[in-house]
């Protein structure tokens, strides 16, 4: 069975350029997150879909971050304009539900920004 | 809030020998789910081993087991039979249980990076 996912693999590019991040869930899954993972703040969610529709966008860091689920197999996480900071591993995962079933990790995007 | 800690940044234990990694958390629920994430080199994020908070009863997973102990909220994973495959970063997580909420929330613990020596 095909897993999560994400694609690039990893993105360099420049400060100030738009960076779209690009994930599938397992075929099935209602749930789907998206995390930023760095050494000095280790793994973060930033945005929880269920059934397409954000439920919590709460960790998303500024309104530079936007992430949309236009269906059920595609969601896709922006930064306009892109920021040295932003620089980090981005993991996509997905669920059944939420509530007592794990999360599936695809092999996350590395992010680099010059 | 909920907090996860893994107060060994990096251990290591010799191939075929046996190795605890450490994870305590905090927390006022009483219904929860713990999980060990393993991250090897190649950065995907694997589920190890799952345990639930009402559950008495360790978890098992082939060569990975864990000592659960809720009263002290301590949640260590033991590794047997070590193998050069088990060298990655292991993440300790907590997940609330129930409807409502932000019980979809995984708080991860700030690893531990387990070398597997020959």
């Known amino acids: 069975d095909a897993g999560v996912i994400q694609s690039p693999r990893h993105e360099v590019t420049e400060m100030g350029q738009e960076v779209t991040l690009r994930c599938k869930p397992i075929?099935?899954?209602?749930?789907l997150f998206w995390y930023r993972q760095t050494m000095m703040r280790g793994l973060e969610l930033l945005i929880y879909?269920?059934?397409?529709?954000?439920?919590?966008d709460s960790g998303m860091p500024e309104d530079r971050f936007s992430a949309k689920m236009p269906n059920a197999s595609f969601s896709t996480l922006k930064i306009q304009p892109s920021e040295p900071r932003d620089s980090a591993v981005y993991f996509c995962a997905s669920s059944f539900g939420w509530s007592n079933q794990p999360q599936h990790f695809g092999d996350g995007t590395r992010l680099s920004i010059l | 809030a909920q907090t996860v800690t893994q107060s060994q940044p990096e251990m290591s234990v010799q191939e075929a020998e046996t190795v605890t990694l450490s994870c305590t958390y905090d927390?006022?629920?009483?219904?929860?789910?713990l999980f060990w994430y393993k991250q090897p080199p190649s950065r995907q994020m694997i589920l190890v081993i799952r345990q639930e908070a009402y559950k008495q009863q360790n978890a098992t997973e082939n060569r990975f087991s864990v000592n659960f102990q809720k009263a002290a909220k301590s949640f260590s994973l033991k590794i047997s039979d070590s193998q050069l495959g088990d060298a990655a970063m292991y993440f300790c997580a907590y997940r609330r249980m129930g409807s409502g909420g932000s019980n979809y929330k995984l708080t991860f613990g700030k690893g531990t990076l387990l070398t597997v020596n020959p």
């Open positions: 879909f269920n059934n397409n529709v954000p439920i919590d």
């Open positions: 075929s099935g899954h209602n749930s």
């Open positions: 927390t006022s629920e009483s219904d929860y789910y």
